[in-house]
T-cell receptor, first 114, second 115 residues
Framework: DAKTTQPNSMESNEEEPVHLPCNHS???????IHWYRQLPSQGPEYVIH???SNVNNRMASLAIAEDRKSSTLILHRATLRDAAVYYC???????????????FGKGTKLTVNP | ETGVTQTPRHLVMGMTNKKSLKCEQH?????MYWYKQSAKKPLELMFV???????ENNSVPSRFSPECPNSSHLFLHLHTLQPEDSALYLC??????????????FGSGTRLTVV
């Protein structure tokens, strides 16, 4: 499984943007970049994913470097509810047969200050 | 609710007990997973089922026994557990199709304490 590297923790202030970095220098051409987050006492939840182009959805934006060796999850206005552990995961979504597993690392613990 | 329901939410059991964890999804997903999350450790994948067939067992001790009677239900049968098995057990489901992958949906987990 291709590896990702994330900072252990980050802090932000409420209503300010947050940029969560992820390095994945050994990414292969068929690996998609997935982001999940885990709020306290809950299971992880899907945030966003992409392959090459930047992606936007109602939760966040994903900026992918041109060489794909790094990516950044952007929360445009952090709220207290965004305090969670954020996981950056690589997955080969093109594999046939299904159930290519998600392998979670330690993630980045985001603290949002009021 | 995420669409993946796990019961019970909390479970305390003795080392000689037998208990089962249940996971249910009605999202039309074909794959289901058990993960274990111990304190201050990353999620560890335990088992993978695809269309009711077990496709992965990550060297999990035999005191954990999964069962997948259909694509909507997944069980984890527990017997003679050890205190170090105390953890949050998470179930997830996903759908893989020729048109793409649509992400994992996790349940809220069962917090297991072995005494």
């Amino acid at each position: 499984d291709a590896k990702t590297t994330q900072p252990n923790s980050m802090e932000s202030n409420e209503e300010e943007p947050v940029h969560l970095p992820c390095n994945h220098s050994t990414i292969s051409g068929t690996d998609y970049i997935h982001w999940y987050r885990q709020l306290p006492s809950q299971g992880p939840e899907y945030v966003i994913h992409g392959l090459t182009s930047n992606v936007n959805n109602r939760m966040a934006s994903l900026a992918i470097a041109e060489d794909r060796k790094s990516s950044t999850l952007i929360l445009h206005r952090a709220t207290l509810r965004d305090a969670a552990v954020y996981y950056c995961i690589l997955r080969d979504d093109t594999a046939q047969g299904g159930s290519e597993k998600l392998v979670f690392g330690k993630g980045t613990k985001l603290t949002v200050n009021p | 609710e995420t669409g993946v329901t796990q019961t019970p939410r909390h479970l305390v059991m003795g080392m000689t007990n037998k208990k089962s964890l249940k996971c249910e999804q009605h999202l039309g997903h074909n794959a289901m997973y058990w993960y274990k999350q111990s304190a201050k450790k990353p999620l560890e994948l335990m088992f993978v089922y695809n269309f009711k067939e077990q496709t992965e067992n990550n060297s999990v001790p035999s005191r954990f026994s999964p069962e997948c009677p259909n694509s909507s239900h997944l069980f984890l049968h527990l017997h003679t557990l050890q205190p170090e098995d105390s953890a949050l057990y998470l179930c997830a489901s996903s759908r893989d199709s020729p048109t793409g992958f649509y992400g994992y949906t996790f349940g809220s987990g069962t917090r297991l304490t072995v005494v």
